[in-house]
């Protein structure tokens, strides 16, 4: 898919979507039907912030035109919100499989975002939220030390979050592992969240000063393009010369897969596992009616100073296992690489 064609409209602020959101807050279905007047705002929500800032205009037109065909068709009508947010979310995706666009159903995410446009946020809202985040560890599940091997094993299945608390626990989960030789990072069944957090840790595998243009992300506003670049400070010990192995699988998805795609082409890391998600487009959650939201693709992630990026084909792995053989597989090369050190040795 070619970007150089994409020109200018008005963006939408881009965050990236954890593939599992819809799947964690989808209701069980009310039985009550959405009436014609509010299925028509909704289409019109959707069809609005598909035209002002999808990255792809030709997709973006066949989009809308499949939501007016449809309504017209009277296809939408006498579904409850559960049922019309499938409804809409097949027929999109019947036009252009993006794994990113998604319509769901959820009170409570709904309630949430309609607080955070309005600015009526409340410091319990906030409490809650922090607290729920630092009780997840704000992503990090562990750090395991193997002295034989020298290897650090970091497993993040939680998300890659952005608040400064994300920041210092990713910092201290790196400084456990800052001596080992080999790194293993674990972001098999992560859907995503920030590119912060994968651009934080990639730079810990570099030396100090020596930043690396990670992605780039086209808008459909090409003056809104972003180059993304590794952090030019990192707290603690750098790891320039550790061999890094990252674990990936199919639901590997969004700025995970980010992280791994990166290092893949930098060829710095070794990715082990299998092929991920396929969700290369950055975008923004938009509250729309009877508790319906969607998640609206704005920004194309890619290769620098490229067209190329994992969106539709995911991040192909340079170890092809089954994901859960990926751990195994990664510790049976840095075991074998050694013992071919070892023998090299003799």
Not at 74 to 99: C, F, G, M, W
Not at 106 to 129: G, H, V
Request: proline letters at 3%; one cysteine or more.
């Amino acid at each position: 898919m070619k970007l150089h064609a994409y020109k200018s409209a008005a963006l939408l602020a881009a965050i990236c979507l954890p593939l599992h959101m819809s799947a964690q807050t989808a209701a069980k279905d009310s039985g009550h039907v959405v009436s014609k007047e509010a299925t028509h705002v909704i289409l019109e929500k959707i069809s609005k912030g598909l035209d002002d800032g999808y990255p792809f205009p030709e997709i973006s037109k066949k989009y809308i035109a499949t939501l007016k065909s449809q309504e017209n068709k009277k296809a939408y009508q006498n579904l409850s919100p559960e049922q019309l947010a499938k409804k809409i979310t097949a027929d999109l995706r019947e036009v252009h499989k993006d794994v990113h666009l998604t319509i769901f159903h959820s009170k409570n995410y709904f309630e949430q975002l309609t607080r955070t446009y309005a600015n009526t946020r409340t410091p319990e809202d906030i409490k809650l939220e922090l607290e729920k985040k630092r009780q997840n560890n704000y992503g990090f599940d562990a750090v395991e030390l193997n002295r034989k091997t020298s290897t650090a094993y970091i497993k993040i299945s939680g998300g890659f979050h952005g608040e400064q608390e994300a920041f210092e626990m990713a910092a201290n989960a790196m400084n456990m592992a800052a001596y080992s030789k080999n790194i293993i990072i674990d972001i098999r069944d992560n859907g995503g969240g920030t590119g912060m957090m994968g651009r934080f840790l990639a730079g810990y595998f570099f030396h100090a000063g020596d930043e690396r243009y990670y992605l780039h992300g086209y808008h459909k506003d090409r003056s809104k393009d972003i180059q993304e670049w590794t952090y030019p400070f990192v707290p603690g010990k750098r790891m320039p010369d550790s061999k890094l192995y990252i674990l990936v699988n199919k639901h590997t998805a969004s700025a995970t897969e980010g992280f791994a795609f990166a290092l893949q082409k930098m060829h710095r890391a070794t990715i082990v596992g299998d092929t991920t998600a396929g969700a290369g487009i950055a975008g923004t959650m938009i509250p729309l009616q009877e508790n319906l939201v969607v998640f609206m693709p704005v920004k194309m992630v890619a290769a620098p100073e490229s067209e190329q990026g994992w969106e539709g084909t995911g991040v192909i792995p340079d170890v092809v296992v089954k994901g859960e053989d990926a751990r195994t597989e990664a510790e049976n090369l840095i075991r074998k690489e050694q013992e071919n050190v070892a023998a090299a040795r003799k």
